[in-house]
Every structure is written in structure tokens, then in C-alpha cells.
């Protein structure tokens, strides 16, 4: 195994703390990986890694030779990439919400291999946070505003937001014309995995946010469930436009307060601060951008 591949090696072990699944990741024996990693600790003279049977942890020397490693691995990559006119190669891992991905991402992949034949993409579904760097995954891409200071965010699409009710909830209820109407009405309640607490409804009035919790009969954390209580009449739903199209065109759903919108929603890619931005990421962080765009017009960022 040359330098370069023993450096590959050396980071993947870093990242998933485990020589299984960074050899399987890489497609080599464990064997292999084991004495590789060996090899390379000889050579240095120093020790990289501390081993326990439960896990892998890099030493303090072992943390700064990662971190030289990743910067080698990304300068050789670019400038492969810049003399050859080669494309980046190789798996590439993200992690996304899976309406997004079926919505923006699927319909389009095709065209991206046919650009980029030698590169593979793992999906991963979730709105979870996610450590990026212990799950060897490349890059998420998320709604709402970043959280996470250890991670670099790239905006991607702004997505408008709509608020809406089933026809048999407003014959019900009556259907509000200014966010003041809004008293006697429900809410389905949209609960954040990341602060565990309900999202108010949004409605923006003379240039003011104003945030309204309505009472509500049921509270979920995801997006397709929402979508279906709306439907059975449960409640006012706040959800991306994109998400309930079909629906608003069909009838099955009906737009409210169109004058007072929600806030849109920003929608990032983000990827892990000690890292550089490899090529792999890049085209597929360009290439998904005009996805958005492509499909949402007011999604541009």
C-alpha cells in the first residue's frame, strides 16, 4: 500500500474508530488494513492509534497526523483534478431528509452519474443529528438555520412555506382571514428533533414575525405524518410548498392566510469543519444547488 492509500486508510480508521468498517469501506481485507496501519506507525516511529475491543481512538500524535492527512488527500485530489481534467471518483456519502432527496435529488441523479460515472453516492434518510465525522459520512443536507459550530454550511435553497387545512377542517372552523382569526382553531404540532420543543405557526404581519401556538389534538415529528393528519382534518399545517403541491392543485388541501406566509425555510449543506472541501463534495454540493433551483424557482438562495 503506497502513502497516499495508507493515509486514506489512516483517516477512515479515525473517522469510524473501527479497522472493520473503515476496511469495508475502502474494500480491502481487515487484515490488510491492520498491518498497513502497522507499517505506517513503523515508519513514523510513532504510535497513531490506541486500540481497545471496543473501539479505536487516535493518540495526540495520531490526531495531528489526521489532520495533516486530510489536507494532503485534498490538495493531491484538486490537483489531480486541475492538470488531468480527471472527475472525482470514488464513494461519496450523504445523509438527507427523505422528501427532499425524492423530491430534489432522485428524479435528477441519472444525469449526475452520467456527468460523474465514476463516483458512487450512499443515502442515508433522517433529520437527526448526525456526527459526521464518527459515521464517516461527507455531508448532510438540512432546513433550517445550522446549528452545529463544528460544521461549514453552504446554502442551498430558500424554500417558501405555505399554511393550510383540509376542506372538511375549515367548513368546520371557518377559514381565517388575518392571523387574528385564528382563535378556536387547531394546530397540528410539529415537534424539533433537534430542541424537542413544538414549532410555533409563522405568519408575517406589516414586516413583523409573529409566532402563534395554537392548541392542538396531536404532535408529530414527521413530515409525512403532518401531511396526512391535514389531510384527516386535524389541524392548520405549516409545510413547504414543494410538499403539498399535488394536494393544494388537487383540493385536498386548501392555502390560508396567503396574505400573512410563514418565513421561508433555508435549506443547507454542511460538512465537517476539519475538513476540507474534497472534489466529490463539491460537484454534488454544485450539481444539487441547481437541483433546487431547477425545480422550485423561489428556491435560489
Known amino acids: 500500500m503506497d502513502s497516499l492509500d495508507a493515509m486514506r486508510l489512516f483517516a477512515r480508521i479515525v473517522e469510524r474508530r473501527s479497522f472493520s468498517i473503515a476496511a469495508a469501506d475502502l474494500s480491502i481485507k481487515r487484515s490488510t488494513a491492520t498491518e498497513a496501519m502497522q507499517q505506517l506507525e513503523q515508519r513514523l516511529g510513532v504510535r497513531l492509534l490506541n486500540r481497545t475491543t471496543r473501539s479505536v481512538n487516535p493518540t495526540v500524535d495520531g490526531e495531528a497526523y489526521y489532520r495533516r492527512c486530510l489536507a494532503i488527500i485534498a490538495d493531491v485530489e484538486d490537483a489531480e483534478g486541475a492538470f488531468t481534467g480527471a472527475k472525482p471518483r470514488?464513494?461519496?456519502?450523504?445523509?438527507?431528509?427523505g422528501t427532499l432527496a425524492r423530491h430534489f435529488l432522485l428524479p435528477s441523479l441519472p444525469r449526475f452519474f452520467e456527468e460523474y460515472p465514476y463516483m458512487q453516492i450512499h443515502i442515508g434518510e433522517g433529520d437527526r443529528l448526525v456526527d459526521l465525522v464518527e459515521e464517516g459520512v461527507d455531508c448532510v443536507i438540512r432546513s433550517g438555520e445550522p446549528r452545529d459550530s463544528t460544521m461549514v454550511g453552504r446554502r442551498i435553497a430558500m424554500l417558501d412555506e405555505v399554511t393550510c387545512g383540509s376542506p372538511a377542517y375549515l367548513a368546520k372552523h371557518g377559514t381565517p382571514q388575518t392571523p387574528d382569526d385564528l382563535e378556536g382553531h387547531r394546530m397540528i404540532a410539529f415537534v424539533s428533533s433537534v430542541t424537542r420543543n413544538v414549532i410555533p405557526l409563522e405568519f408575517m404581519v406589516d414586516g413583523t414575525l409573529r409566532k402563534v401556538t395554537l392548541p392542538m389534538t396531536v404532535s408529530v415529528n414527521a413530515g409525512e405524518t403532518s401531511f396526512d393528519l391535514a389531510r384527516?382534518?386535524?389541524?392548520?399545517?405549516q409545510v413547504p410548498r414543494y410538499h403539498i403541491a399535488p394536494a393544494l392543485a388537487s383540493g385536498a388541501l386548501v392555502e390560508v392566510l396567503p396574505a400573512f406566509p410563514p418565513s421561508p425555510t433555508p435549506v443547507s449543506l454542511l460538512y465537517p469543519h476539519s475538513r476540507q472541501l474534497s472534489p466529490r463534495v463539491r460537484v454534488f454540493a454544485d450539481w444539487v444547488t441547481k437541483e433546487f433551483a431547477s425545480r422550485v424557482p423561489s428556491a435560489a438562495a
Do not use: A, Q
Open 90 to 97: 470514488g464513494l461519496l456519502r450523504i445523509d438527507v431528509f
Open 232 to 237: 384527516l382534518g386535524f389541524g392548520l399545517l
